[in-house]
Nanobody, 125 residues
Framework: QVQLQESGPGLVNPSQTLSLTCTVS??????????WNWIRQPPGKGLEWMGA???????YYSPSLKTRTSISRETYKNQFTLQLSSVTPEDTAVYYC?????????????????WGQGTQVTVSS
């Protein structure tokens, strides 16, 4: 069974770049036809899909975050990473990595078959 684990700093200063890593075990991130997603949930709000990287290495981004987001992968480590630049307190959220068997930009939990436990990121000086 595949398992995902987020890691990264819990506190980021405003205007800096948030960087998170998702480590995958029990399955390869290069396996067809999976997509590896980043999803976040700000306090008191719903889930927001941020972007994904596919099994072939292509990256996809939410239009609302595209200018600030970069998703990449390290296949030899079986990890994929999220970088979100120019963060503000509005980027404070629990950040999740999740796997889907189809490409989707929806944050509906039913569309993802595996989730990390989530990591709290607070943007504050």
């Amino acid at each position: 069974q595949v398992q995902l684990q987020e890691s990264g700093p819990g506190l980021v200063n405003p205007s800096q770049t948030l960087s998170l890593t998702c480590t995958v075990s029990g399955g390869l991130i290069t396996t067809k036809f999976y997509y590896w997603n980043w999803i976040r949930q700000p306090p008191g709000k719903g889930l927001e899909w941020m972007g994904a990287i596919g099994y072939s290495g292509n990256a996809y981004y939410s239009p609302s975050l595209k200018t600030r987001t970069s998703i990449s992968r390290e296949t030899y480590k079986n990890q994929f990473t999220l970088q979100l630049s120019s963060v503000t307190p509005e980027d404070t959220a629990v950040y999740y990595c999740a796997r889907s068997t189809l490409f989707t930009q929806q944050a509906d939990r039913r569309l993802y078959d595996s989730w990390g436990q989530g990591t709290q990121v607070t943007v504050s000086s």
